[in-house]
């Protein structure tokens, strides 16, 4: 499958002041400061939403530069893992990648994968939650 770009986006959101270029197609949260977005962390049962996925970065913004932030709806996502497999429940990594979300984990996910991973660092197609809308494994 290599359907990409049917998502909907959040109005009016920048990257925080030392920007996001660098974090093209990653899980971004929001930020302290209001209206810009930061890269996200891994979120589970013990950290707190405010942490986790709002979305994911479609484009790469500089500091202050508008944020194309994809929350629900069919979009790319760069991952952290070569062990995705089609189906699969996506959550946060550290790195604000895409990782495999295993229901014993009781990690929360942001996305499901429409596409496989071969490769650390692939870009895959994923089907996100909405979101808020991110679910408890």
Do not use: C, W
């Amino acid at each position: 499958m290599t359907a990409s770009g049917i998502y909907d986006t959040f109005f009016n959101l920048k990257a925080n002041s030392t920007g996001l270029a660098s974090k093209q197609y990653t899980f971004v949260r929001l930020a302290s400061t209001a209206g810009q977005v930061v890269s996200a962390a891994a979120l589970n049962s013990t950290t707190a939403l405010t942490y986790g996925p709002m979305g994911i970065l479609m484009n790469a913004p500089a500091g202050n530069e508008e944020a194309e932030v994809a929350f629900a709806g069919i979009a790319k996502l760069k991952v952290s893992t070569s062990t995705i497999i089609i189906g699969d429940h996506i959550a946060s990594d550290a790195n604000a990648l895409g990782a495999e979300a295993a229901r014993t984990d009781n990690t929360a996910f942001a996305a499901v994968a429409l596409q496989a991973s071969t490769a650390a660092n692939d870009i895959i197609t994923v089907l996100l939650n909405g979101g808020s809308n991110i679910q408890r494994t």
